[in-house]
């Protein structure tokens, strides 16, 4: 069960990170969205998701992030991987 949660962590990053579009950079994120992502967080912290597990594979979050200043691909890894980290699903394997 945890190596799905983990799994779907490490999924839930990298679609952050493709999701991100920059040419939305002059438009701010919603207190709403942002609330709506802090409650999904608080669901999955507190696994009261019931069915939407089931139904449901994974849920957009809003996170104000610019990836504007990271321009290559490497960078950008290396942003997933310090996201990972802060997260608490990173493991060395080494």
Not at 16 to 33: G, S
Not at 37 to 57: D, H, K, N
Not at 71 to 87: C, F, G, N, T, W
Request: hydrophobic share 45%; aromatic share 6%.
């Amino acid at each position: 069960m945890e190596r799905i949660i983990l799994w779907k962590t490490h999924m839930l990053v990298i679609a952050i990170l493709i999701y991100t579009d920059p040419t939305t950079e002059n438009e701010l994120v919603k207190k709403e969205d942002i609330e709506s992502s802090l409650q999904i967080i608080y669901e999955v912290a507190i696994r009261s998701l019931g069915s939407l597990c089931v139904t449901e594979q994974f849920k957009f979050l809003t996170v104000p992030l610019d990836t504007l200043k990271f321009e290559s691909i490497r960078q950008k890894a290396d942003l997933a991987a310090a996201l990972l980290q802060d997260l608490g699903v990173a493991h060395h394997n080494g």
